[in-house]
T-cell receptor, first 116, second 118 residues
Framework: AQTVTQSQPEMSVQEAETVTLSCTYD???????LFWYKQPPSRQMILVIR??????QNATENRFSVNFQKAAKSFSLKISDSQLGDTAMYFC?????????????FGTGTRLKVLA | ETGVTQTPRHLVMGMTNKKSLKCEQH?????MYWYKQSAKKPLELMFV???????ENNSVPSRFSPECPNSSHLFLHLHTLQPEDSALYLC?????????????????FGPGTRLTVL
């Protein structure tokens, strides 16, 4: 069975600094997708970044980038130049497509606080 | 706003009540999802609909009954719930590009309904 582990329940970072959130997963699948979602306090969950497992190149979205290590089953999120608006819960998620075998599994989340 | 709305935003109900949660998406998507978010636990995928057909049901108790009358609306009917069912219920939608095989496209989440069962 697939599992997603986020080992850091809470983290804090100074504004303008860089922070890395860790995520590991366990699967025997070869075709899957990985996501980082952000859930600000009392606001809707939104996608931060996604990575296709078949792509070796790490995904980037502006200040957000991932370090995808497929063999190690690691998918960490790096936030550069942290901003106060980055304060949120961050969830790592694993998705395996396919009808009847579809899986979308989330980690328990990391609460990130950006300090002024 | 992500284009996915949920009503009500808050709901308190007794164990013998019957209520429904509503989700509506304005994004032209054709796949919709129900999740349960409990404190200290990962989000749990409950149901998946693609092209208005239920394609996944992750061992959810029968006291939760989903309904998808069209591609823009998704309901979760609740009856005889238990206190442990108290949680944030999130709806999401996505574009299914795989003809019912469940898309790999990004999911867009609603704000959730905070449910409390007394």
């Amino acid at each position: 069975a697939q599992t997603v582990t986020q080992s850091q329940p809470e983290m804090s970072v100074q504004e303008a600094e860089t922070v890395t959130l860790s995520c590991t997963y366990d699967t025997s699948e070869n075709n899957y997708y990985l996501f980082w979602y952000k859930q600000p306090p009392s606001r809707q969950m939104i996608l931060v970044i996604r990575q296709e497992a078949y792509k070796q190149q790490n995904a980037t979205e502006n200040r957000f980038s991932v370090n995808f290590q497929k063999a190690a089953k690691s998918f960490s999120l790096k936030i550069s130049d942290s901003q106060l608006g980055d304060t949120a819960m961050y969830f790592c998620a694993f998705m395996k497509p396919g009808s009847g075998t579809y899986k979308y599994i989330f980690g328990t989340g990391t609460r990130l606080k950006v300090l002024a | 706003e992500t284009g996915v709305t949920q009503t009500p935003r808050h709901l308190v109900m007794g164990m013998t009540n019957k209520k429904s949660l509503k989700c509506e998406q304005h994004l032209g998507h054709n796949a919709m999802y129900w999740y349960k978010q409990s404190a200290k636990k990962p989000l749990e995928l409950m149901f998946v609909y693609s092209l208005e057909e239920r394609v996944e049901n992750n061992s959810v108790p029968s006291r939760f009954s989903p309904e998808c009358p069209n591609s823009s609306h998704l309901f979760l009917h609740l009856h005889t719930l238990q206190p442990e069912d108290s949680a944030l219920y999130l709806c999401a939608s996505s574009r299914d590009t795989s003809s019912g095989r469940i898309s790999t496209d990004t999911q867009y989440f609603g704000p959730g309904t905070r449910l409390t069962v007394l």
